[in-house]
């Protein structure tokens, strides 16, 4: 069966922006909408419809009126299928942006970049002269090469100026998500020997990524497996968007040791084996959203250990996304509040640290952690307080 039809868009459109505006005075979670004028708000920004023609703006113009209720996890977002898009390609290398001459050169080969293999002689001073047999200069745009070639045959012409030797090799290309992926475990991996250097192997690192299963089942993994033995444990919440995991993390770093496993003199391990009962900190910043500012304030209520590091804003409620009936536009309303022992709301309740410390761009840019540091310290500075 096929079927036709007109769409009239500046009637769908003004059917939606009622939508959203009903839902919210219906579903946000305190009734009084933090004081907001709804109904005013709704004229001031209906005035707008008859100038948009695009679901890109009026995804925007939605935003800015949600953002009127001065709250998270609000916002409209427009995602529209483009499987024939442009979308970069990447190598998973870094370059060296003060080299001057023709071509990129390398600094770093990163693990599981798409270029590492066994035959391959790309390594860090490397030069990319050419990218399928066009040019790289001071005036070209590297990633125009690099468009629509994600895992497709692409042809890398090489110059190593240490050995004054000119190649060539194929490579495939990864996207920029996979990419991202490398880096992320590769700063993931930087903190981890961060940490075990300054501390001397005496302390443990795990990030937590998310507020999510993959996340909790990371976090158990490398806890009570390549950390069992450290004394103590940094938990880096730093850049986690959320989820809802802040109990299972909670209860899981709240253990209390009351047995140790001893046949024929032999520590094999003390009771709980599931959770962990050594000393722990916390790092945060202002990157934290939404359950991981849930998960550091539950930690510090229950006195588990402190905080280190930034101010997390006031972001833990529960959300509910709704997917309108075009397909592609989406819309956020915190339906859920959470309130402290004290009656108090968290979301617009800003969470200080026990210790603040910002990384300062200026350090970070040298590939320094402050944070990280003020961690380590801290904890080496509890372990000596709880020697005999």
């Given amino acids: 069966i096929n079927g036709e039809m007109v769409l009239q868009e500046p009637s769908e459109r003004a059917y939606l922006f009622e939508h959203v505006w009903r839902q919210v005075e219906k579903k946000f979670y305190k009734v009084s909408l933090h004081d907001v004028e709804w109904e005013y708000y709704k ?8 100038h948009i023609n695009n679901d890109h703006d009026f995804a925007d113009m939605l935003s800015e009126m949600l953002g009127e209720l001065n709250a998270s996890h609000t ?3 427009y995602r529209p299928e483009n499987e024939e898009g442009d979308e970069t390609a990447a190598l998973g290398l870094f370059y060296d942006y003060d080299y001057e001459g023709n071509g990129l050169k390398i600094t770093e080969v990163m693990d599981k970049s798409p270029v590492v293999k066994e035959d391959s002689k790309i390594k860090a001073g490397v030069v990319i002269e050419k990218i399928d047999g066009q040019a790289i200069t ?9 468009n629509r070639k994600a895992d497709k045959n692409t042809l890398l012409s090489l110059y190593d100026p240490a050995g004054k030797e ?14 991202s992926e490398l880096r992320y475990q590769r700063w993931v991996e930087n903190c981890r020997k961060a940490v075990e250097e300054l501390s001397g192997g005496r302390i443990g690192y795990v990030h937590v990524r998310g507020m999510n299963d993959d996340s909790y089942r990371t976090v158990y993994e490398e806890v009570l497996g390549r950390h069992a033995n450290k004394e103590a444990l940094i938990v880096d919440t730093r850049f986690n968007g959320g989820g809802w995991l802040h109990d299972n993390l909670a209860t899981f770093l709240s253990g209390q040791k009351y047995v140790t496993m001893m046949p024929r003199g032999q520590d094999l391990g003390s009771e709980p084996m599931s959770k962990w009962y050594k000393p722990s900190v916390v790092l945060m910043s202002e990157s934290n959203y939404s359950d991981a500012h849930m998960f550091p304030y539950a930690y510090k209520a229950l006195g588990i250990g402190k905080l280190i590091g930034m101010p997390v804003p006031g972001t833990a409620t529960a959300v509910w996304w709704e997917r309108l009936h075009t397909g592609d536009l989406i819309f956020g309303i915190p339906q859920v509040g959470v309130v402290t022992n004290d009656g108090e709301y968290l979301e617009n309740n800003q969470l200080e640290p026990d210790i603040k410390v910002p990384n300062e761009p200026g350090v970070v840019s040298k590939g320094e952690d402050q944070q990280l540091e003020a961690a380590v310290k801290e904890l080496l ?3 000596e307080q709880a020697r005999p």
């Fill in 138 to 146: 001071p005036q070209t745009n590297p990633y125009q090469l690099l």
């Fill in 381 to 383: 500075r509890q372990l």
């Fill in 166 to 179: 000119r190649w060539e090799e194929v490579v495939k290309p990864i996207s920029l998500r996979e990419e």
């Fill in 75 to 77: 916002g409209a977002r």
């Fill in 43 to 50: 004229k001031a920004y209906a005035r707008f419809l008859p």
